[in-house]
């Protein structure tokens, strides 16, 4: 099986397969080789810029066909179908319409060992905190777990703040425009995914991260410890209302918060100092991806007497058919 890997000397190769493993990169399905006095690191997929400069040291990122790890579960011998799952931390989340539960739950807890609680949804994303509620379908009885993302950690508790890991390569897009010396103001911070990976990126860099629910910015002021970020001001609040504090000071403002952020475009424009970036967020049909969310942060701006240049728009990821969650990223001069 030819997979892409790390190669470093063996010497310096532990810290590297111990980094690699939290980051859930190490692929436990190939067997680690070895080659002279290089250790080859098997991969379950490429790593990102900003991953690699996590990793210490000398190393080498190639390709190198591997033999396959004998021992080691494939959901193909425990299941007819591969389930659809995402992880937190060391918690395996499925819907709660896939057909027998119990027994995908097991098979997940066999095939992915660092997986210690498998957890289904008992209800969409929802309510103005944008959380979930959970039930146990196997493993410990819990909803709280630390995620590891980029060489951050999260602890958060799923049933009372929004995670999620699926916007992990979105969030480190924006982190190569922030820059040193740079504010940000994180509108809807939840547990601080954004404002903590800016933070880590310089002590140069100050995030005011803004969120209205408690629980939520309780994490986040945990996370602060955790990842031993003090430029990163946690603020519990409503964000239109924070916005009045803070006026003219930002150079990127995050407004992650689909479905709703048009509500607080006049409070996105009033934080920006003079090109400032907004990177707006929002779920769109596919045959207006872009062009009335454009319309509506023209419109603010205008309302405060300013104007906008467009940086980039993108399509993020799919949502739900014919619908996408989209980026747009809006100089405001
Ligand atoms: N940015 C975080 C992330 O990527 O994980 C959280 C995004 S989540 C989709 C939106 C967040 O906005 C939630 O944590 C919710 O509590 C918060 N929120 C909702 N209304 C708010 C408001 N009026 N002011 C500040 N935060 C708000």
């Known amino acids: 099986m030819n997979r892409s890997c790390i190669k470093v000397l063996k010497k310096k190769g ?11 990169l190490l692929d436990n399905s190939a067997r680690i080789s070895s080659k002279e006095d290089y250790l080859l690191l098997p991969l379950t997929r490429k ?31 425990l299941l007819d179908v591969i389930p659809h799952f995402e992880i937190v931390g060391d918690i395996a989340l499925i819907e709660d319409d896939v ?8 098979a997940i807890m066999k095939v992915k060992k660092n997986v210690k609680t498998v ?3 008992q209800s969409p994303v929802e309510g103005e905190f944008r959380t979930r509620r959970f039930r146990t379908v196997a493993g410990e009885e819990r909803t709280s777990t630390i995620h590891k993302e980029y060489g951050s950690r999260f602890y958060i508790d799923l049933e009372r703040a929004y995670f999620t890991p699926r916007l992990a390569t979105e969030r480190s897009r924006i982190l190569d425009q922030v820059k040193e010396g740079e504010t940000v103001v994180d509108m809807f911070a939840g547990v601080g995914p954004y404002s903590i990976m800016f933070a880590r990126k310089s002590p140069n860099i100050r995030v005011i991260a803004i969120d209205k629910n408690p629980y939520a910015v309780e994490f986040l002021r945990h996370n602060v410890e955790l990842n031993s970020v003090p430029n990163v001001e946690a603020i519990e609040g409503d964000a239109n209302l924070e916005a009045e504090k803070y006026a003219g000071i930002a150079d990127h403002v995050i407004m992650n918060l689909p479905h709703n952020a048009n509500d607080f475009l006049d409070a996105a424009v009033k934080l920006c100092a003079t090109n400032g970036i907004i990177h707006y967020y929002d779920i769109t049909p596919e045959d207006d991806l872009f062009e009335s969310s454009l319309k509506l942060i023209d419109e603010a701006a205008k309302r405060a007497g ?27 001069l």
């Open 306 to 332: 300013r104007t906008t240049e467009l940086v980039e728009s993108r399509v993020v990821r799919s949502y739900a058919p014919h619908q996408f969650n989209v980026c747009i990223e809006v100089r405001v």
């Open 47 to 77: 790593p990102e810029e900003v991953e690699l400069k996590e990793l210490p040291g000398e190393f080498e990122l190639t390709e190198h066909e591997f033999e396959e790890q004998k021992g080691q579960l494939k959901f193909e011998e």
């Open 14 to 24: 532990e810290p590297i397969r111990r980094l690699l493993l939290e980051m859930d």
């Open 99 to 106: 057909a027998e539960p119990e027994k995908v739950a097991d």
């Open 119 to 121: 957890l289904a949804a």
